[in-house]
């Protein structure tokens, strides 16, 4: 019973989710976003790969115009991958990540489920030349079952690592970007229903969200065997994101089972002497922004980072389609929430896309529901554009 109980836990954090030469098409042209749910930013590379979440669909939007790069001559252009595509995503990809390797290829990692075995990684490299193929290393095979759920992925770019959630056995591994191996000190045991995680480069830590406990996880990329801190959020989560300044860390979290978003400062040397700097509740009015009602729909996941005015954000995707910010000032003193109205009937996927200082400059989030990427400038949370 308790394994049935943890599976389904596991599945509601899923589910709540030839040469050819390049040319682009503008966002009007047509409609090459399906089911779009996941979206994974090289900010190395500067590429914006978008992953549906059923139909084999990959895309890949360049972020200077925010149009979809389809490949091909004319009438026969293509996105990256589509459902006439030999299938080397997963059957239903729900999460995915992506980082930079040498030769420009920028190599991605997907889980999902479709059928067993469930507890793989697959890996894809993209460049230019060669274009999407299944990786060398693919599939990276997580230890334990076949029927296993995969939830939380997230990389250390510099540290060349790649992480991976297991909600069936409450470990977090670690494997080596390259090579597919995994790390000496892996797997890491946070225990209960691991789910959906970030990592901050400046701290150089992670964080793991967590449905079965009221607590978040931290592990240090650079010291895995001291094994994982927790810090005591109140809420069972359904994400969590981390982002540091020369003030502190804040740690940012989603709830899994109530329609909460809270903030915390964290403590670094004593996670115990951490602060609740904030929260918001669902349809409350006494909330101090400016309308009631302030989050009508239910809010799903997470990301943060630092801003390039000083300031640090926090980024909620939400239900209707709208994106939820939490403003910080640089001293970290006091938040400020807002949020982007758009409308875009659900919010999945999201991710930053950063300058070269690491500020974010623009938020890219998937829309399924409505079948497109909404862009926005974390800035003055103002809306930028849509892609279909």
């Known amino acids: ?42 900010n190395v590379l500067r590429r914006v790969f978008v992953i549906d979440n059923q139909f084999n669909g990959l895309n890949l939007i360049d972020p200077d115009t925010n149009q979809v790069i389809l490949f091909g001559e004319g009438k026969n252009a293509e996105s990256l991958l589509n459902d006439e595509d030999p299938q080397i995503l997963p059957q239903f990809p729900s999460n995915g990540v992506v980082t930079a390797m040498p030769g420009e290829v920028s190599r991605l990692f997907v889980i999902g489920g479709g059928g067993a075995p469930q507890n793989q990684i697959v890996v894809l490299d993209f460049d230019f030349v060669n274009l999407i193929r299944t990786a060398n ?33 409450g470990a977090v591994h670690a494997y080596d970007v390259t090579s597919g191996v995994e790390l000496a ?29 009221e607590t978040v996880d931290i592990l240090d990329a650079n010291d895995l065997a001291a094994g994982s801190r927790t810090v ?5 989560t359904r994400d969590a994101a981390l982002a540091t300044n020369a003030s502190g860390s804040i740690l940012f979290v ?15 040397n004593d996670l115990a ?32 980072g630092n801003l390039s005015d000083g300031r640090m ?64 400038d974390p800035l003055t949370n103002g809306f930028i554009d849509q892609i279909p």
């Open 185 to 213: 000190d892996s797997p890491v045991m946070v225990g209960g229903v691991p789910g959906r995680m970030n990592f901050d480069p400046d701290s150089g830590l992670l964080v793991v969200s967590n449905a079965t406990a």
């Open 137 to 169: 290393i693919s599939p990276i095979e997580v230890s334990g079952s076949a029927t296993d759920t995969l939830v939380g992925l997230a990389t250390d770019v510099l540290g060349g690592v790649v992480f991976v959630s297991n909600a069936s056995t």
């Open 313 to 376: 954000g926090g980024f909620y995707t939400m239900s209707t389609g709208d994106l939820l910010e939490v403003d910080l000032f640089s001293d970290l003193s006091a938040a400020a929430p807002a949020i982007t109205s758009v409308g875009a009937i659900s919010g999945e996927g999201l991710d930053t896309l950063l300058n070269g200082s690491g500020a974010a400059t623009k938020v890219y989030y998937a829309s399924p529901g409505l079948g497109v990427v909404t862009v926005v």
């Open 232 to 236: 005591n959020v109140g809420i069972f």
């Open 1 to 42: 019973m308790k394994s049935a109980l943890k599976k389904c836990i596991a599945l509601f954090l899923i589910l709540g989710s030839g040469l050819l030469a390049p040319a682009c098409t503008s966002n009007k042209e047509k409609d090459n976003l399906q089911f779009p749910a996941i979206v994974a930013i090289d």
């Open 273 to 304: 002497n951490s602060t609740q700097i904030f929260e918001l509740l669902p349809n409350a009015p006494t909330q101090p922004v400016p309308i009631p009602n302030f989050v009508p729909g239910s809010i799903n996941f997470a990301k943060a």
């Open 254 to 268: 989603s709830a899994s089972q109530q329609n909460i978003a809270r903030a915390f400062r964290l403590d670094l």
